[in-house]
């Protein structure tokens, strides 16, 4: 329902600009003007009320997904392994995935996970940040020696449904492209890490 609502109020805005440019044109050519760089200032005008945040948007996400986003590994499991003979096999998966500790508000928040007797999993998630955009971040922690095993970075620019702009749904974008490829990598990662069942 609220889509529909959403696309009809579109519709009715795309009318009011539709005649905005037309009276702009009708302007210009009454008294003696550009009819054509009037209509085109009208048009762009239209434009950029709903949609000025949209270019920004998309040329800031695709920065950071290029230059801060992906899949790290700073220890592998076999290093972990020869690191700390015998532990790999006694590691025993945590059933109950609730976190741990939580710091942080809704927006900014750290949620920590303990994966089994030596392993942690911290998720972050940030924002918003400049132009509608959030981070995620997941590492990977051994929990004796506080040390990072591996790290997932991503970023998107949903918006929380009861926020004012839900409706600006063209600047909704679910994570960098290339997260997806990451993503499974580091369940990979994880799955190593995270002991036999009980």
């Given at each position: 329902?609220?889509?529909?609502?959403?696309?009809?109020a579109?519709?009715?805005y795309?009318?009011?600009?539709?005649?905005a440019?037309?009276?702009?044109?009708?302007?210009?050519?009454?008294?003696g003007?550009?009819?054509?760089r009037?209509?085109?200032?009208?048009?762009?005008?239209?434009?950029?009320?709903?949609?000025?945040?949209w270019?920004p948007?998309?040329?800031?996400h695709?920065?950071?997904?290029a230059?801060?986003a992906g899949?790290?590994?700073?220890?592998t499991?076999?290093?972990?392994k020869?690191?700390?003979?015998g532990?790999?096999?006694k590691?025993?998966?945590?059933?109950?995935?609730v976190?741990?500790?939580?710091?942080?508000?809704?927006?900014?928040?750290t949620?920590?996970?303990?994966?089994?007797?030596r392993i942690?999993?911290l998720?972050s998630?940030?924002?918003?940040?400049?132009?509608?955009?959030w981070e995620?971040e997941?590492a990977?922690?051994d929990?004796?020696?506080?040390?990072?095993l591996g790290?997932?970075r991503?970023?998107y620019?949903?918006?929380?449904?009861d926020?004012?702009?839900?409706?600006?749904?063209?600047?909704?974008?679910h994570?960098c492209?290339?997260s997806?490829?990451?993503?499974n990598?580091?369940?990979i990662?994880?799955?190593h890490f995270?002991?036999?069942k009980e």
């Open positions: 329902m609220f889509g529909l609502l959403v696309f009809l579109l519709g009715i795309l009318l009011f600009a539709a005649y440019v037309h009276k702009a044109r009708s302007y210009a050519r009454t008294h003007k550009s009819s054509q009037w209509g085109w200032g009208a048009a762009l005008v239209a434009f950029l009320i709903p949609f000025w945040d270019i948007t998309v040329a800031t695709q920065y950071y997904c230059t801060q899949f790290w590994v700073y220890k499991p076999e290093q972990w020869a690191e700390n003979p532990e790999m096999e590691l025993v998966s945590n059933k109950a995935q976190p741990v500790r939580s710091d942080g508000d809704e927006n900014n928040r949620d920590s996970y303990s994966l089994n007797q942690g999993l998720n998630r940030r924002g918003p940040m400049l132009f509608n955009r995620v997941t990977l922690v929990k004796k020696t506080n040390e990072i790290r997932s991503d970023f620019t949903i918006h929380k449904p926020s004012g702009d839900a409706w600006k749904f063209w600047l909704h974008v994570g492209k290339a997806k490829d990451d993503e990598r580091y369940r990662f994880l799955s995270e002991g036999a």
